[in-house]
């Protein structure tokens, strides 16, 4: 069957504006490690996994596996799945776990096959399905773990694949937290028939994708004893992303070099520190603070909006909230 023509579009394709406040400011190269030149222990402990889980494992279980098998002590995951949901895991390691954070904001999207319980005419199928696009209101399934109080959540695009039969395949878009299972019984409800979740895969969880970065359990056990046993690290080094790639998706505010220690021993962010931000910073958004080198020195909400950041000479621009940078990467400089 055709397929629908949709615009596959979440919070993390949004493309952003730099506008700069300082075009004179430098960085130093003898300080810091911009995230491609950072030895392979270093990006292993600010490193996050593009992860293809498979179907059977929870995702606590797997996390608990790569820590078991790369010896960390921390390391945590960018949203449940199921055991048997297959698809795209981010996990994150070491320093930078409290990194998933960042992909709250960002949507998620999947692949799902449905199984309605009795005939429907096509164009129904596609009318009714489109009326679930937008925001809809959920309670959290029994076996969840968050409570079950009725919440709303944003359904970006549906777009249907397949249909054969009493078979729906239709990919979703949707913002954290939107449950795919209750999602599909609420449209078979709408249809008149019923309806349950057959499969479903995790194709997308914001900028981590199903691409060149998506690794396997398998291929991480090889990678890893390349790296340890014979001393090839081309291959892990690629199996994990630097953290940086968690915050593509934020709206981010540069800062000068002298700066940034100040950011990692407590301060919140103050305007003369600023370099350059992107367009469109409304306060309370989730910001990511980064170096002129483009690696991540915290999050933090922001505090004004972009054209206050550029004209004010004074004041906290960005609350900070996590630091991720060490404090020893960057010079003392007050």
Sequence with gaps: MARDEVRRILPADIKREVLVKDEKAETNPKWGFPPEKRPMEMHMQFGII??????GPTSHEVVAWIKRLFDLSKAGHGGTLDPKVSGVLPVALERATRVVQALLPAGKEYVALMHLHGDVPEDKIRAVMREFEGEIIQRPPLRSAVKRRLRTRKVY????????????????????GTYIRSLIHHIGLALGVGAHMAELRRTRSGPFKEDETLVTLHDLVDYYHFWRDDGIEEYFRKAIQPMEKAVEHLPKVWIRDSAVAAVTHGADLAVPGIVKVHKGIKRGDLIAVMTLKDELVA???????????????????VDVDKVFMPRDWYPKMW
């Design 50 to 55: 593009n992860l293809d889980k498979p179907p």
């Design 299 to 317: 999050l933090g909400k922001a505090a004004m909006t972009s054209g206050e950041m550029l004209q004010r000479s004074k004041g906290i621009a």
């Design 157 to 176: 695009y549906i777009e249907i694949l397949e249909i054969d039969g009493k078979d729906v395949l239709f990919r979703v878009g949707v913002e954290a």
